[in-house]
């Protein structure tokens, strides 16, 4: 049962990448990323992460998704589509990325056997739940970090403001 | 069949990196190559979660709300940006923008 929803769902997430870089409109593209982002949704609640299931969901989904599709209603123009869509050179781009891939399977290959640990599963859902184990690390080793982030929200949300405000 | 392991995966988010690459490497609406970014931010937590599930360490899982936290400083900046840009350039087009180029 694993197996077949691991494939339905990597299959969904490949897909949905695919179509994203490939496609002329760029809402067309947005919609195909969020079943992208779907599918790895449902690849976490398959490894038993559900908070990050559900941050993604809400986050990725709910959130930046629709920043996206804003900002595409704002700056789109109807002369977009019939352009011409990749830049001159993205021959190049396709080798230097096809000889990194064959890097990555080869040594994805070659070093399989090094993932023995991959068969217990983990003791990860333990009897305390995934989200007091994710809150518990967050607020004791990764306090400062945490601070850190929410700093960093706080300069990009000051930094979108003085961005995209016309006036200051 | 058999048993999904970690290397499966760790494929699966190569493949998923590999396309962002492609993405921001050779579009040329800047709206899309924001998107291709989020495609790869979403391999790296790929690979976090699950190394985090084999080795049964709740670490990965933190780090990944880091990487998530990060991406969406990254989309509402770099749209921020974008928004500027257009109101000054009129367009979306990356190979457009040359200013600096000489």
Redesign the interface.
């Known amino acids: 049962m694993?197996?077949?929803l691991?494939y339905a769902f990597?299959a969904l997430?490949?897909v949905g990448?695919?179509l994203?870089?490939t496609c002329k409109n760029?809402v067309h593209?947005?919609i195909a990323?969020i079943c992208?982002?779907l599918g790895?949704a449902g690849?976490?609640l398959l490894?038993?992460?559900e908070?990050?299931f559900a941050?993604?969901i809400i986050?990725?989904v709910g959130?930046?998704m629709l920043?996206?599709l804003f900002?595409?209603m704002?700056?789109?123009?109807d002369r977009?589509d019939k352009?011409?869509?990749?830049?001159?050179?993205?021959m190049v781009?396709?080798t230097?990325?096809v000889v990194?891939?064959a890097e990555?399977?080869y040594f994805?290959y070659r070093g399989?056997g090094a993932?023995h640990?991959?068969?217990?599963?983990?003791?990860?859902a333990a009897a305390v739940g995934?989200t007091e184990?994710?809150a518990d690390?967050?607020f004791s080793?990764?306090l400062l970090?945490f601070e850190i982030?929410s700093l960093?929200?706080l300069?990009?949300?000051v930094?979108?403001?003085?961005?995209?405000k016309?006036r200051i | 069949?058999?048993?999904?392991?970690?290397?499966?995966?760790?494929?699966?988010s190569?493949?998923?990196l590999?396309?962002?690459?492609?993405?921001v490497?050779?579009?040329?609406?800047i709206?899309?190559v924001?998107?291709?970014i989020?495609?790869i931010l979403?391999a790296v937590?790929?690979n976090l979660?699950?190394f985090?599930?084999?080795?049964?360490?709740?670490?990965g899982?933190?780090f990944?709300?880091?990487v998530?936290?990060?991406?969406?400083?990254?989309?509402?900046?770099g749209?921020?940006?974008?928004?500027?840009l257009?109101?000054n350039k009129e367009t979306?087009r990356?190979?457009e923008i040359d200013l600096l180029k000489w």
């Open positions: 694993d197996t077949i691991f990597a997430v490949l990448a695919v994203t870089i760029a593209s947005a990323l992208s982002l790895v690849l976490y490894q038993q992460a908070f990050l941050v993604q986050l990725y959130g930046i920043l996206f900002v595409i704002l700056v789109n123009l977009e352009e011409r869509q990749f830049s001159r050179s993205w781009a396709l230097a990325v990194v891939g990555l399977g994805l399989r993932f640990i991959a068969e217990g599963g983990g003791p990860v995934n184990m994710i690390s967050l080793e990764y970090p982030a960093l929200l300069v990009a949300v930094g979108a403001v003085v961005m995209a016309k | 069949m058999h048993p999904v392991t970690t290397v499966h995966y760790l494929a699966l190569a493949a998923l590999l396309i962002g690459t492609v993405g490497l050779t579009r040329r609406n709206v899309v924001l998107m291709s989020e495609l979403n937590n790929l979660v699950a985090s599930h084999a080795l049964g360490n709740i670490n899982q933190v990944a709300i880091f998530i936290t990060d991406a969406v400083a990254e989309a509402a900046v749209l921020g940006i974008l928004i500027a257009f109101r979306v990356a190979d």
